[in-house]
């Protein structure tokens, strides 16, 4: 069973415009959203992260927007561009349980120039 | 670079064989996670280790064991392997028990023919 439910698999984007990536989770325990971003041939790395007590975060480019009460929280990605081609895994955590990942299955993100 | 070392970068080994994968944590990390990657199952988590004690376990199999040494460095036993085994595994360290951040290092691409 998929904790956390991540949207859409793949992602086609021209430079300039938004890619957004979608994940939905259940257990209303988890108080850690981080997304991480993956390059070929490289290991995943933080990107942002968000609390629940705040309902958007924003660090350059990159924004997750939350929404505590439809538990979904999404990233957005403005102003695409090539070099943000990648895969992007959201995640979630609680406290306790060592604060284990609760990975979801990825998005594959193309910008095409 | 994330400061997370994976040895090797590639393994070609057969179906039947025993294989160990190695990690150095980035320095002063107590934590270090397993998990592996392949195309259809994102990441999984297999385990972790901190300090030198397992903490958690996801979803290792028994033919898989882990361990880490007093230096922190971790190594990943694979054995009796299947086809089915190929994939990236990836280490990540952190720097306590409950971390919300994780430092991936490039991970190993296992091939089992």
């Known amino acids: 069973q998929q904790q956390v439910k991540q949207s859409p698999q793949s992602l086609i984007v021209q430079k300039g415009g938004i890619s957004i990536i979608n994940c939905a989770y259940e257990?209303?325990?988890?108080?850690?959203f981080p997304w991480y971003q993956q390059f070929p041939g490289k290991g995943p790395a933080l990107l942002i992260a968000?609390?629940?007590d705040v309902s958007e975060k924003k660090e350059g480019r990159f924004t997750i927007s939350f929404n505590k009460s439809a538990k979904q929280f999404s990233l957005h990605i403005m102003d695409s561009q090539p070099g943000d081609s990648a895969t992007y895994f959201c995640?979630?955590?609680?406290?306790?349980?060592?604060?284990?990942?609760?990975w979801g299955l990825g998005t594959s993100l193309a910008v095409n120039p | 670079d994330s400061g997370v070392t994976q040895t090797p970068k590639h393994l070609i080994t057969a179906t039947g064989q025993r294989v160990t994968l190695r990690c150095s944590p980035r320095?002063?990390?107590?934590?270090v996670y397993w998990y592996q990657q392949s195309l259809d199952q994102g990441l999984q988590f297999l385990i972790q280790?901190?300090?030198?004690?397992?903490?958690a376990k996801g979803n290792i199999l028994e033919r898989f064991s882990a361990q880490q040494f007093p230096d922190l460095h971790s190594e990943l036993n694979l054995s009796s392997l299947e086809l089915g085994d190929s994939a990236l595994y990836f280490c990540?360290?952190?720097?306590?028990?409950?971390?919300?951040?994780?430092?991936f290092g490039a991970g190993t691409r296992l091939s089992v023919l």
């Open positions: 990540a360290s952190s720097p306590q028990v409950n971390a919300n951040i994780q430092y």
């Open positions: 320095s002063g990390d107590l934590s």
């Open positions: 280790y901190y300090n030198g004690e397992e903490r």
């Open positions: 257990n209303t325990a988890f108080d850690y």
């Open positions: 968000i609390r629940p």
């Open positions: 995640a979630a955590s609680r406290p306790g349980n060592n604060r284990k990942l609760i």
